[in-house]
């Protein structure tokens, strides 16, 4: 059975980091691309970051432009860990974050993690 679990949201200043993590069990982690959105009510949901499984180049990481620049993507496939570093964060990065995968058509979703930005 998929699990995705976040972990490391909170309340920062304007200006300030935040390192979330998403902790993946029931698949083969390391064959996967994984994905981080958020979400804000009234708001659809937006993909923010995107790493690739391994290729012969290494990971390749996608950016929305409104954090490219500010937040970094990562993964551990030895750890089955995604994880998202999120520097000069601003108010409006407040949302829900949320890890994702694609598998065989079915989209997979943790519960996500609250991040506030205010000061």
């Known amino acids: 059975q998929v699990h995705l679990v976040e972990s490391g949201g909170g309340l920062v200043l304007p200006g300030g980091s935040l390192k979330l993590s998403c902790a993946a069990s029931?698949?083969?982690?390391?064959?996967?691309?994984m994905y981080w959105y958020r979400q804000t009510p009234g708001k659809e949901r937006e993909l923010i970051a995107t790493?690739?499984?391994?290729?012969?180049?290494?990971?390749?990481?996608y950016y929305a432009d409104s954090v490219k620049g500010r937040f970094t993507i990562s993964r551990d496939d030895a750890k089955n860990t995604l994880y998202l570093q999120m520097d000069s964060l601003k108010p409006e990065d407040t949302a829900v974050y949320l890890c994702?995968?694609?598998?065989?058509?079915?989209?997979?979703w943790g519960q996500g993690t609250q991040v506030t930005v205010s000061s």
């Open positions: 994702n995968t694609l598998l065989s058509l079915t989209n997979y």
């Open positions: 029931g698949f083969i982690f390391s064959d996967h691309a």
């Open positions: 790493i690739t499984e391994m290729t012969p180049r290494g990971h390749n990481m």
